[in-house]
């Protein structure tokens, strides 16, 4: 889950990055306006983290330039405005949320998690794929009732699939997705055939059915 943080308040900034960092999201920053619309424009993310006073424009103005833009981030308004007025715009403008500062980061997270889970799989807590069982809050897989010991990459990997259930994937996409921190190693095949080799191995060993079919040329597909 890839999470922009767009905040000028340095300390802010890095607490947020930090425990995000921690509660599983994949995060990166912008402390201006013009950075944001930068890396937006570049970058499709799961999520945003927007602050509305920006030391060189409007938050809320790029909310509108994500919304006319058809972006399908999901948006976090936060600010020190208690202003309703503000919060009500922001909501109009299309924001999913709002948070008023000074907040508890464990708020945030929960509130991220919503609502990715409203844009990627209808608001669901659970997601069940013949015998896989994906527990969304408590980031926990199990292959009939047995929990399976995924890494950060392998838990990653099988939600994409799931999001992208019966289609065919390419390997471009899947390194794409595997190395977004990485932009040089997004032509690095041999990665996303290891960790999909391991993923494939770990839902094999509690008696799951090979659902990750090759698609010779192009990719996988995730049977669902």
Same mark, same amino acid.
């Given at each position: ?10 300390? *802010? ?5 930090? @425990? &995000? ?6 995060? +990166?920053? /912008? ?59 922001? *909501? ?5 949320? @709002? &948070? ?6 464990? +708020?945030? /997270? ?67 997705? &595997? ?46």
């Amino acid at each position: 889950m890839k999470i922009l943080i767009v905040e000028d308040e340095k300390a *802010l900034q890095q607490s947020m990055m930090q @425990y &995000l960092t921690a509660a599983g999201f994949q995060c +990166e920053s /912008a402390c201006n306006f013009r950075q944001a619309l930068h890396l937006l424009d570049e970058i499709d993310y799961d999520a945003i983290v927007l602050d509305i006073m920006l030391p060189d424009g409007d938050g809320l103005s790029l909310l509108k330039i994500l919304k006319e833009d058809k972006k399908q981030e999901g948006v976090i308004v936060v600010s020190a405005r208690g202003d309703v007025d503000d919060r009500v715009q922001g *909501l109009k403008l299309g924001a999913d949320d @709002y &948070l008023a500062k000074p907040f508890h980061m464990a +708020e945030l /997270a929960a509130r991220l998690h919503a609502i990715i889970r409203r844009k990627q799989f209808q608001g669901m807590n659970n997601l069940e794929a013949g015998e896989i069982v994906v527990h969304l809050e408590r980031r926990e897989v199990y292959v009939h009732g047995q929990p399976v010991n995924l890494t950060r990459k392998e838990y990653d990997l099988l939600l994409f699939f799931l999001a992208n259930k019966n289609r065919v994937i390419t390997r471009q996409a899947l390194a794409e997705h &595997l190395c977004q921190d990485h932009q040089d190693w997004f032509d690095d095949y041999d990665l996303v055939y290891a960790h999909i080799k391991n993923l494939k191995k770990k839902l094999a060993d509690r008696g799951c059915r090979d659902c990750i079919k090759s698609v010779y040329g192009i990719g996988y597909r995730f049977i669902g």
